[in-house]
């Protein structure tokens, strides 16, 4: 069946030090990914999206990339700050509108070593 | 604030009765979307709604009901309830697919 995975459940990072959460995905048909940080007690947070017909966006200080040929999925997070630190989620998402079907990964925990 | 409201924040309820978790989406969302999630777990799609409709189902229990209401918000109904019910329930809307899903704070719910 469908399903959205991450390779790991926990990441530390120094402060300062880049971050990258990978996400592996394995319906081919998804066409767009979001990626959700969830900070302790909180819902989820959009952070980036990306489209299949790009390979890579940019935000403020996140990056994701997209590999289709591997569904691989990764968020780069820069100069990881302690305010990083939280669960990450990726979602695949097939469909539009009310018709869209999302479908989200387990999450990584990302933790930020001062 | 995200704009999706969710009440109440904190429920305790003892095992074999039923609650209510209520919804409202953000200004302009016609659609909403419930999911469950457990301690140290994902986000378990239980149910969507669109505009009223139930649009899609995921693993939402039988003893589970949700409707959207003609203003749109939405209620999740939980029966008989279970110790393994106890997690957080959280709420999202969005008004199409771009720029992902709304949540909300969340309900923890506490089966005693």
């Known amino acids: 069946g469908e399903s959205v995975g991450l390779h790991l459940p926990t990441l530390s990072v120094q402060e300062g030090d880049n971050s990258i959460i990978n996400c592996a995905y394995s319906?081919?048909?998804?066409?767009?990914f979001i990626w959700y940080k969830q900070e302790s007690g909180k819902g989820p947070q959009f952070i980036i999206d990306?489209?299949?017909?790009?390979d890579k966006r940019q935000g403020q200080r996140v990056t994701v990339l997209l590999n289709k040929t591997v569904k691989h999925l990764s968020l780069q997070i820069a100069a990881t700050q302690p305010g990083d630190s939280a669960v990450y989620f990726c979602?695949?998402?097939?469909?539009?509108?009310?018709?869209?079907?999302?479908?989200f990964g387990t999450g990584t925990k990302l933790q930020v070593i001062p | 604030d995200s704009g999706v409201t969710q009440t109440p924040k904190h429920l305790i309820t003892a095992t074999g009765q039923r609650v209510t978790l209520r919804c409202s989406p953000r200004?302009?969302?016609?659609?909403v979307y419930w999911y469950q999630q457990s301690l140290d777990q994902g986000l378990q799609f239980l149910i969507q709604y669109y505009n009223g409709e139930e649009r899609a189902k995921g693993n939402i229990l039988e003893r589970f009901s949700a409707q959207q209401f003609p203003d749109l918000h939405s209620e999740l109904n939980l029966s008989s309830l279970e110790l393994g019910d106890s997690a957080l329930y959280f709420c999202a809307s969005s008004v199409g697919r771009d720029g992902g899903y709304t949540f909300g704070s969340g309900t923890r719910l506490t089966v005693v």
């Open positions: 990306i489209r299949s017909n790009m």
């Open positions: 319906n081919s048909a998804s066409d767009y």
């Open positions: 979602a695949e998402n097939i469909g539009s509108g009310g018709y869209q079907k999302v479908t």
């Open positions: 200004s302009g969302d016609l659609s």
